[in-house]
């Protein structure tokens, strides 16, 4: 089968008109993408305020700190009050930086999960609308490449393809290829239901 595999049908027509869809179909998983990269950027922005609040926190922290370091030098005492400094400091700009740190984490994690969101929920629907049909035309071409090869010169065989046409293809699509496809079947006339049934699989005759 992966010798056959046939992506494309050999028809102009047809080829072009699957090309244009296999591209509509890459260009809106693309744009679905670009969407959710946007949300993300878009919601992920917010953490400003956390980012804030922690740079805050970081300096009341740090303020502290600096006292504590600048009375360490006093005797007796200094060392008791430049631990209660830290102390202090770390139980309000601490507490202030780690709720900042929990802000921005819990944006991120916001901004990520919607941004997958607007992307993945439209591509999945896109692909459940899509792909099977895909699948199964592939599937179509790729066993009937074959029929490609075999001696349509055969009466026999042009025989078969046209009473497949004439039995099997809706009345719309033989209309481009005859008006009269059980005239034509009955009167021996099978070239162009021989055209018809391979045009349904997108392949031409190879005589």
């Known amino acids: 089968m992966l010798r056959n595999l046939t992506l494309y049908p050999d028809l102009p ?6 090309i244009i869809r296999d591209m509509a179909v890459a260009a809106l ?12 950027d878009l919601v992920n922005d917010l953490a400003v305020f956390g ?21 360490q030098g006093i005797p007796v ?23 900042g740190q929990a802000g921005i ?9 919607l941004g997958c969101f607007t992307a993945f929920l439209p591509i999945l629907v896109l692909l459940i609308a899509v ?3 895909r699948i199964r035309r592939v599937q179509d071409m790729s066993a009937a490449r074959t029929v490609a090869h075999i001696d349509l010169l055969d009466p026999e065989r042009q025989r078969l393809l046209a009473m497949r046409a004439a039995f099997g293809l809706p009345f719309r699509e033989l209309l481009p290829y005859t008006n009269d496809p059980f005239g034509d079947l009955a009167a021996g006339r099978y070239d ?16």
């Open 13 to 18: 027509d047809q080829r072009r008109a699957q």
């Open 29 to 40: 998983i693309a744009a679905f993408c670009w969407c959710g990269l946007k949300v993300h």
């Open 51 to 71: 980012s804030g609040l922690r740079a805050a926190g970081n300096s009341v922290q740090g303020g502290f700190g600096s006292v504590a370091d600048a009375v």
């Open 77 to 99: 005492v200094g060392g008791q009050l430049g631990e209660a400094f830290r102390a202090a400091g770390q139980g309000t700009g601490g507490n202030v930086a780690d709720l």
């Open 105 to 113: 984490d819990a944006v991120n994690g916001l901004a990520t999960a």
């Open 131 to 133: 792909l099977p049909r």
């Open 192 to 207: 162009a239901l021989v055209q018809a049934a391979l045009a349904d699989v997108g392949l031409r005759p190879s005589r």
